[in-house]
Each structure stands twice: as structure tokens, then as C-alpha cells.
């Protein structure tokens, strides 16, 4: 089994900054990929990034060049900084993580998610 452990959320300013953390334990050697999904009151799930084990990423068009996910191998943990934030990235962001072979397989376990709110 895999646990994640996300931290990071809150309540930002429009224009302002947050980092979400997502940290793997367990069977990590199963992880192929991990990133975040994210869904607001009444709209669909978007996924909003996702980076291999080898590094590569994948973006909403949304978010590109205003979120970045990076991961740190030795400590098992994927970042999402996200700048300039509008009020329209508010919702609850959920960390995720599948066991390949794909970017894009589906999710096969999942963070406890945590609210970021954009609003002045």
C-alpha cells in the first residue's frame, strides 16, 4: 500500500503564492507517477499536474506557466508551487499517484486533499 500526506493549503490573495506537498510512503517502488487533481464546487475534476519517476510533467492549460510540480526522490515527495493564483484555481487539491505504465494511468491511491481558497 501507498500513503500520501499532503500539506500546504489556505487562503491566498489573487496574484499571490502557495506550495502544496505531497509526501509517499509504503510501497513506494510501485509509484510511477504522482500529481494533483482538483475540484471546485460544482464543476468537474481537473487534473491539474503530474510527474513521472523520470521527471517528465504534463500541465492543465490552466495552470501553464503559473504552476509548477517538481519531485524530490530522496524524500518521496512531489511539490506544486502555484503562482500568480487567480480565484479560479480555488477548489480542494488532491494528491494522487498511479503505477504506470502511462503519465496519464489512472490514480490508484490518493491524499486526503486540502482547500486552497483564492479570494481578497
Known amino acids: 500500500q501507498v500513503q500520501l500526506v499532503e500539506s500546504g493549503g489556505g487562503l491566498v490573495q489573487p496574484g499571490g503564492s502557495l506550495r502544496l506537498s505531497c509526501a509517499a510512503s509504503?510501497?513506494?517502488?510501485?509509484?510511477?507517477?504522482m500529481g494533483w487533481y482538483r475540484q471546485a464546487p460544482g464543476k468537474q475534476r481537473e487534473l491539474v499536474a503530474v510527474i513521472t519517476r523520470g521527471g517528465s510533467t504534463n500541465y492543465a492549460d490552466s495552470v501553464k506557466g503559473r504552476f509548477t510540480i517538481s519531485r524530490d526522490n530522496a524524500k518521496n515527495t512531489v511539490y506544486l508551487q502555484m503562482n500568480s493564483l487567480k480565484p479560479e484555481d480555488t477548489a480542494v487539491y488532491s494528491c494522487?499517484?498511479?503505477?504506470?505504465?502511462?503519465?496519464?494511468?489512472?490514480?490508484?491511491?490518493w491524499g486526503q486533499g486540502t482547500q486552497v481558497t483564492v479570494s481578497s
Open positions: 509504503g510501497s513506494i517502488f510501485s509509484i510511477y507517477a
Open positions: 494522487y499517484a498511479n503505477s504506470g505504465p502511462t503519465i496519464f494511468d489512472i490514480p490508484r491511491h
